[in-house]
């Protein structure tokens, strides 16, 4: 049975998606969203929702403080950011820094703003600064704001900039000037949000005074004040024909707007009426729950599309026409607490973060969904085997619920915990679930209609549970706790006997797809096997440094992938107990591990708020070595051919690319037989990665005094071309002291050989006949 189990060797990250969004500003420019975190602006496109680009400073040193981001703005290739060090820097689409300059400003800038080669800044100090970034100097310095300047917007024809402090007023300049064209006062509190009709003689402003107002531009007077009754965040104009569900554009000024509530609505602003209102809002919030839901709003570039932020650091693209959900991007998970696989063929990605919510991943595309139900935390996840399309959850807030994916619906919640619910399984044939809980007891829960019902209730551990799996054929339940212990039961809670070992707290336990053997990993750094059948330890695995919070079997039980506190994944082989693979990629504990049916995929996730895919590339990887003996094989035969055929400059070349040293040693000693400048010319021909590879065999052959007259002569060729300037190696001054001591025994060495034979010529001449000798 076991002969037809394909082992795994490696894996590799086939995908990363992490916290790209982190709050901030939100910019859309062609088919990328510009997004904002504390140390970068990422650039991510919008059909794989992938990070295509990073835009900031990288962090060499991982104790040095990044230049924390304020605000970014961007405008066709060119991209400008506020730094917390007082420094505006001037970057190219491709992540290069072109420059760098103070911003004078009193304190941080609240609002940049790029049209062209101009450049606004509004500060925290009330003063809106005009940039010329050609040359890049502070062109002009205008002080008609108060409090904090949230809002620096060019007019349309680029003569005007406006720009609104904490006042609510409205001020207007003319550029270059700067001369202050009209004061638009009738926002009572801070305006947030400032757009222009395409027919460049209105504009539309919101705030948060929850009030919408529309002012013809030159005139001081509001045309219309409209209000919302919810404070606004973002408001954008509207392209001049457009059809939004059953409504059609006619020839008014139509805006959109978003703000507290969480919905965005569409307004005639000449006729203070509202046409639109959204049914289908992911991020509305209850007044109870409080906070402003949508932070902006985000229009493509040819107002096809709207993009929702909300303050969730969440990212929903809506189509305008219908107003259905396109794709929604998670830009920031916090801590990734579960993960599992669910759906058909495991089309989608479950997961549990730092929230009550639970995101819905496509595996395809990773567009997500989230499903709203839980009153806090969740914690754990679990998947049915009887159906594809459902899952169960547990939270803090004590409870559990079973979802149907394919409809994003809750379809029953149990109620019965006292504390919070830690850790959820379903049953492998049967219809029942098993949940454990800080209340210290194991429940057994089944499926009836609208609800979960609670069939057995047991005390089972004296400490929080932190972990529950159903053995595969649902006649055993295991579950391990912070009190060091493993304790079975059967399918009714009777318990069966209690596994100590552990000197620490246990994290998860799994049954073993084949054998009658049970895995336990545990705070004390171990993972432990134990037998079923005599609830005996029958061998414990080492390799971690940290705890083993994550363990799960692989091959048909022939191998188990771990994830540790420190962040690094270990593949395990079973029969040896030894760690064969070893993968380094979070940066942070690993609190989630899934793997999928056919086991060459898995999805690990961490307080990192990083979620990784890793796929198998074992077989990958053996037809790769393959390949490359295979190449060896032939380039080996190549370099016989050429040292048969006397060759000797293509023989060299190629045995320096194969990387033998005693088979160039040979070539050379061959070359030298040739005539006196025949080494020189060889040498010349080579390319400088050959010469570097040439210099490093010299050091080898230079330790053995067998070998030295070869190694002496290239050396004294390579460094001759140093100093012509045709050679020039990385790490020169390192290899020429390395070589110096035994250059100098060689020197010794040699000399001490010629005295000698000027001694031995001394004696002979001695010995013989002085009338030989005169002859």
């Not at 001081?220 to 409504?247: H, N, R, W």
């Not at 599309?305 to 916090?334: C, P, R, W, Y």
């Not at 037998?531 to 994550?550: F, W, Y």
Request: proline share 2%; aromatic share 6%; glycine share 6%.
């Amino acid at each position: 049975m076991t002969t037809s189990v394909k082992i795994k060797e490696t894996y590799e990250v086939e995908s990363k998606l992490g916290a790209f969004y982190t709050g901030g500003n939100v910019e859309w420019h062609e088919d990328k969203i510009f997004c904002q975190t504390a140390t970068h602006v990422n650039l991510v496109d919008v059909n794989s929702g992938a990070v295509t680009a990073r835009i900031g400073l990288v962090n060499e040193d991982s104790e040095a403080e990044i230049d924390a981001i304020h605000t970014f703005t961007s405008h066709g290739s060119t991209i400008v950011t506020s730094h917390n060090s007082g420094l505006l820097r001037l970057w190219s689409m491709d992540g290069e820094m072109t420059k760098m300059w103070k911003y004078i400003h009193i304190g941080p800038i609240a609002k940049l703003n790029l049209k062209d080669s101009v450049l606004a800044s509004g500060g925290a100090d009330g003063v809106v600064r005009v940039w010329d970034l050609e040359h890049h100097v502070c062109i002009l310095g205008l002080r008609n704001c108060s409090g904090v300047v949230n809002l620096v917007e060019f007019s349309p024809d680029l003569n005007s900039i406006y720009a609104s402090g904490d006042d609510g007023k409205i001020v207007s300049h003319s550029l270059p000037k700067g001369e202050v064209k009209q004061i638009y006062s009738g926002h009572y509190s801070k305006v947030t949000s400032l757009s222009f009709h395409h027919d460049e003689k209105y504009f539309v402003s919101g705030g948060r005074d929850k009030v919408l107002m529309m002012w013809e531009i030159g005139n001081a007077t509001a045309l219309k004040t409209i209000p919302l009754y919810e404070e606004i965040e973002s408001v954008i104009a509207m392209p001049e024909k457009f059809i939004l569900g059953d409504f059609q554009s006619g020839s008014g000024v139509y805006v959109a707007t978003g703000g507290s509530n969480g919905i965005v609505r569409v307004w005639d602003a000449k006729n203070a009426k509202e046409v639109y209102v959204q049914s289908n809002s992911l991020v509305s919030k209850s007044k109870e729950e409080g906070g402003l839901a949508i932070t902006k709003l985000v229009p493509s570039s040819d107002i096809k599309s709207i993009g929702v932020v909300s303050a969730e650091q969440n990212i929903i693209l809506h189509n305008l026409e219908t107003f259905e959900v396109a794709k929604q991007m998670i830009g920031f998970s916090d801590e990734i607490l579960d993960i599992i696989f669910c759906g058909q063929n495991d089309s989608h990605l479950a997961v549990a973060t730092n929230s009550n919510d639970i995101k819905i991943y496509e595996t395809s595309s990773m567009n997500c969904n989230i499903l709203k139900g839980h009153t806090d935390i969740v914690l754990a996840l679990g998947k049915a085997q009887f159906n594809v399309n459902y899952i169960v959850s547990s939270s803090k807030d004590n409870t559990l619920r079973l979802w149907d994916i394919s409809t994003l619906k809750c379809l029953a919640v149990g109620h019965g915990h006292t504390a919070s619910v830690g850790s959820v399984s379903f049953a492998n044939s049967n219809q029942f679930i098993v949940s454990a809980s800080q209340d210290t007891c194991l429940k057994i829960w089944t499926i009836d209609e609208k609800n979960l019902v609670c069939e057995k209730t047991q005390q089972a551990h004296a400490k929080d549970i932190n972990g529950v799996c159903v053995s595969p054929n649902d006649k055993l339940i295991a579950s391990c706790s912070q009190d060091k212990m493993v304790k079975l039961w059967t399918e009714n809670l009777t318990a069966l006997g209690t596994l100590k070992g552990h000197r620490r707290g246990v994290w998860s336990v799994r049954f073993s797809p084949i054998d009658q053997v049970l895995m336990s990993s545990s705070a004390d750094c171990t993972i432990k096997l134990w037998s079923i059948t005599d609830l005996n330890c029958i061998k414990t695995i080492e390799g971690h440094e940290a705890s083993v919070v994550r363990a799960d079997f692989l091959s048909c039980g022939l191998q188990i992938i771990s994830a540790g506190a420190d962040g690094l994944l270990k593949l395990f082989d079973v029969k040896s107990g030894e760690c064969t693979s070893t993968f380094d990629e979070h940066e942070a504990r690993i609190w989630a591990l899934a793997v999928d049916k056919s086991e060459g995929n898995l999805v690990s996730g961490g307080a990192d708020s990083t979620l990784i895919r890793w796929k198998d590339v074992t077989e990958i990887k053996k037809l790769e070595r393959i390949q490359e003996a295979e190449q060896l094989s032939l380039e080996e035969q190549k370099l016989q051919n050429y040292i048969h055929e006397n060759n000797l400059i293509k023989a060299l070349k190629l045995a320096l690319k194969l990387g033998k040293p005693y088979q160039v040693l040979k070539i050379i000693q061959g070359v030298l037989k040739q005539n006196d400048n025949a080494l020189t010319d060889a040498i010349k021909e080579l390319r400088n990665d050959h010469k570097e590879s040439l210099l490093k065999c010299c050091m080898d052959w230079n330790t053995n005094s067998r070998n030295c007259q070869a190694a002496q002569l290239v050396l004294n060729i390579l460094i001759n071309e140093v100093q012509s300037g045709e050679f020039r190696p990385v790490g020169l001054s390192g290899s020429i002291e390395s070589a110096l001591p035994y250059t100098e025994r060689h020197f010794k060495r040699v000399t001490q050989m010629v005295q000698d034979f000027h001694f031995i010529d001394y004696t002979i001449n001695c010995m013989l006949p002085h009338s030989k000798v005169n002859k």
